[in-house]
């Protein structure tokens, strides 16, 4: 079974740029969700889709991040402009449903803001 | 709102010796608890999950961890280390809404020969 895909695995970019990630989950599974993993630190929830719905994104900094999720498939992370302080690996998982499902996670987008 | 606290940001071992990696949480209703291990460039791969079924919670690779709503702690064990154990472990627990995960910091573990 094929796990959850991530593109691009590095992104560079300038202060001000936008940037764009990329999720492919798990065949099967209605909820997807994108995490910030900052240096150091366990990663932090920013935006959870149950099929295409957003469940909770009270963490997205909205004024610069953006995410959908089409069709309830795969899912795009925006980011613009971006600042400094975005730099971080973002994390895609994904589950079958329920607090108590696994959640799959996929190898990352490390982003560098200079 | 749900919380894990990791003690110690950095454990070392002998190869050979006890692992014990400490989480203790922090939760107004029955949790459901899980121990991630992140390789280096790669992502969290699930160790083992509690789930209110049996308290102690046998894991891949050897790993094992026991709930103790006591203590308000799962600790992550494994009886005799190998160098492949080396990463960065992370525990975590469901959030009240939605079942995203709240992470710890991690502990990075670090085997020595």
């Known amino acids: 079974e094929a796990g959850v895909a991530q593109s691009p695995r590095y992104k560079i970019i300038e202060k001000r740029q936008s940037v764009a990630f990329w999720c492919n989950p798990i065949?099967?599974?209605?909820?997807l969700y994108w995490y910030q993993q900052i240096l150091g630190q366990g990663p932090k929830l920013l935006i959870q889709?149950?099929?295409?719905?957003?469940?909770?994104d009270s963490q997205l900094p909205k004024d610069r991040f953006s995410a959908e999720r089409l069709k309830g498939v795969d899912s795009t992370l925006k980011i613009q402009p971006a600042k400094l302080e975005d730099s971080a690996v973002y994390l895609c998982?994904?589950?079958?449903?329920?607090?108590?499902?696994?959640?799959?996670f996929g190898p990352g987008t490390r982003l560098t803001v200079l | 709102a749900q919380s894990v606290t990791q003690l110690g940001s950095h454990v070392s071992v002998s190869e050979g010796a006890l692992v014990l990696l400490r989480c203790n949480y922090s939760?107004?209703?029955?949790?459901?608890l899980f121990w991630y291990v992140q390789y280096p460039n790669q992502g969290l791969q699930l160790l083992l999950k509690?789930?209110?079924?049996?308290?102690l919670v046998k894991g891949i690779n050897g790993f094992e961890a026991e709930f103790k709503k006591s203590e308000t702690s799962f600790h992550l064990t494994k009886p005799s280390a190998h160098m492949s154990d080396a990463a960065e472990y992370f525990c975590?627990?469901?959030?009240?809404?939605?079942?995203?995960?709240?992470f710890g910091k991690g502990t990075s573990l670090l085997v020595t020969p």
């Open positions: 998982a994904s589950s079958l449903d329920g607090a108590a499902d696994t959640q799959y």
């Open positions: 065949s099967g599974h209605a909820t």
């Open positions: 889709f149950q099929n295409n719905g957003v469940v909770d």
């Open positions: 939760s107004s209703v029955p949790p459901y």
């Open positions: 509690y789930t209110s079924a049996a308290t």
């Open positions: 975590a627990v469901s959030s009240n809404s939605g079942y995203a995960l709240n």
